[in-house]
């Protein structure tokens, strides 16, 4: 059954996703809601454990997430951004040559 709604985010931009449509898709405080944006549109996504591959049989990716969370927080962002962009633009001659 599909489940159309028109809603208002509050004062600080947050929306309530209504009661019937938690319902039908299962949400509840613990589940992980993976949000897109594309154009003008917001997507989001109900994920599962399934979603996260295991590592070392022992840990979803959202617990890899979750212990590695801030560890970037000293991390020189500009030296980090100009690597970044050096790697993609090799990255994109590599594709162009590889034509």
Request: no cysteine; charged share 20%; hydrophobic share 35%.
């Given at each position: 059954?599909?489940?159309?709604?028109?809603?208002?985010?509050?004062?600080?931009?947050?929306?309530?996703?209504?009661?019937?449509?938690?319902?039908?898709l299962g949400i509840d405080s613990?589940?992980?809601?993976?949000?897109?944006?594309?154009?003008?549109?917001?997507?989001?996504?109900?994920?599962?454990?399934?979603?996260?591959?295991?590592?070392?049989?022992?840990?979803?990716?959202a617990d890899v997430l979750a212990e590695t969370k801030g560890s970037w927080a000293g991390d020189p962002w500009l030296e980090t951004e100009k690597a970044r962009e050096k790697n993609e633009l090799a990255a994109a001659e590599d594709r162009k040559q590889s034509w």
């Open positions: 059954m599909k489940i159309q709604t028109i809603i208002r985010p509050n004062q600080k931009g947050q929306i309530v996703i209504p009661k019937a449509v938690r319902k039908q613990k589940s992980q809601l993976h949000l897109i944006t594309s154009g003008t549109s917001l997507i989001i996504t109900l994920l599962d454990d399934q979603e996260f591959p295991k590592i070392a049989e022992t840990q979803t990716y």
